[in-house]
DNA sequence: AATGAATGAGATTTCATTCAT
DNA sequence: TATGAATGAAATCTCATTCAT
């Protein structure tokens, strides 16, 4: 119904406002101030998660790089489609109460295990610590899409695509 | 005087108390509440360039891989050492009002420069987009140091440190 | 139809949907929040008056003791016959939009005028100021009988019915 | 410092501004609207027991009455000179949060164990229900007060005392 | 007639900032 | 200079009431 706002550090009201519906209505779907946010966020993180899982499952024949690229563009696109569903899912401007913000976090259990798997079938260097690798790339992934997002002269999604692919440990760190 | 604090949503109060002076004694030091995070951010990242700096004088005649190694050594260890400024420096848990908060893009001139020499003497990839590297690197590197000082069971600082090392664009996309 | 509620602090949509209506259909139904009050109030005073009637007309050719026997049994039966309806009426957690509330003057004025006419009878002590008797007593009952609804271990009724007796004015001032 | 105010269905402004402070400073004395209720309510309590404590000791070679008349007696000055306070405590027009408001039970304990003291002593009737006789005197008592405080031609306090005295279980019921 | 989503005035509460001491 | 009680604008949240369906 409402959707997506840039909700940093605006006030119910504002937030209402924008909808387009009045104060008690914020109240009548939600809870209280921050159950719009964990909302927004779950229900981000689910279309991201979705849009991971496809470029996932269209590219499990080829290359470890083009499933890399896959994952980055998916990525990209997501934020390019809904950037600000994104922003709020990702920008550490506010406040989820308590273990709600994804941030380095989001989903790193998942690109560990693949990091993991890879080293063990020998595409990926030994040396790699590959929990320290995975959330290391997924910070700089969801922060350098919040710059793209808001630069004045942002590089082309295809140009920040190759740079993610060029820094992804899968592909910078393969053997 | 008053220094180290999370300094993500306390309030005036808190910090005042925190700091062992009263809430009058901060607004006869600062103009208003961010001119603390204003004040910190400057002194911080001061402290931070002046390590880094150092770091690279020192290395200056090693290996590009030493370099990388003893900056990010380096910036791991500023952060080991002032956990809480580098907190109030880095962590995007509040609201520097307008244009004031590094995240991203702290220093990111500083190592796109240098990648641009790299790329220049011909011992970075020319593939690699030196704003974006820059910038890519700058935000996993800062989020999870973020991240190493928080957890439950941080990773050895030398392990950080190489992962951080591996995954540098100087290291990961050398020619 | 709707009928029994606390009705202490309640809101209109718990009231309505408590009764199974909507909350339009409480508007209906009545002008405003204080108006199922006073309907309420109305209604059960009307009942009670009934009982006590009927009581009264049953035993007035009884001695004075077993009249008022008669009249508290009868309003402690109201009150367990209909415990939801006795707390609207008499309960003072709530706001009657001034003037409405029975409280300590509910019937005062017909017990005041028994207690006079058997003051002028000679049979209750001439000393006694019957306006004020009269409240005290009717404050004392269905204040007791509030708490007598409500108690984890209540009394029997019999035992709350005889201690009444023995307190009311006719009985304990007798001559 | 604030102290006495009708606070029946005031709103936190109103008591602010009526006790001539901010709103702010409200809260900087008080945790919650409700925690000045709870103030005045034990300040007044432990007035309203000094008070009858007094009394009490000072008339414990006196007549069973003369004991109760003092008592009574203390009880209605203390309302008549702190009628604000009196009502905070006593007037049932508002919501102590769970497990605050007297009415009833204020000092029920305390007078059911002077009756039953009189009971063995063989000075109360025997068939008098203690727990029950007490409370029903003291809500009577304390209703009959606030009335008193509010009605338009209130009788002297003088009358009041002594019909309360007429009415008190043990002169009531004694033997 | 019945409904309940929507409303917004108003109540509660917070907090950056001031100022008398 | 240091202090912290006092302030009130602004934020959060409630709830009696309306109205389109």
Same mark, same amino acid.
Request: proline share 5%.
């Given at each position: 119904m409402l959707a997506s706002q840039?909700?940093? /550090?605006?006030n119910t009201n504002t937030i209402a406002r924008a909808a387009g519906v009045g104060v008690g209505t914020f109240y009548a779907h939600f809870d209280d101030k921050f159950a719009l946010q964990r909302e927004l966020t779950t229900r981000g993180l689910a279309l991201l998660q979705d849009a991971l899982s496809l470029a996932s499952r269209e590219t499990q024949d080829q290359s470890i790089e083009q499933q890399v690229r896959a994952s980055v563009a998916g990525f990209v696109e997501f934020a390019h489609a809904h950037p600000a569903l994104y922003r709020v899912v990702f +920008? %550490?401007? /506010? +406040?989820?109460?308590?273990? %709600?913000r994804p941030g380095v976090g989001f989903s790193a259990r998942a690109l560990e295990n693949r990091l993991a798997e890879l080293q063990r079938g020998g595409h990926? /260097?030994? +040396?790699?610590?590959t929990r320290l690798a995975a959330r290391i790339f997924n910070a700089g992934q969801s922060q350098i899409v919040l710059w793209w997002l808001e630069a004045p002269d942002p590089p082309a999604a295809a140009q920040l695509i190759e740079t993610l692919v060029q820094l992804h440990p899968a592909v910078a760190c393969r053997r």
């Open positions: 840039g909700l940093g /550090e605006v +920008s %550490g401007g /506010e +406040s989820l109460p308590r273990g %709600g990926l /260097e030994a +040396s790699v610590d």
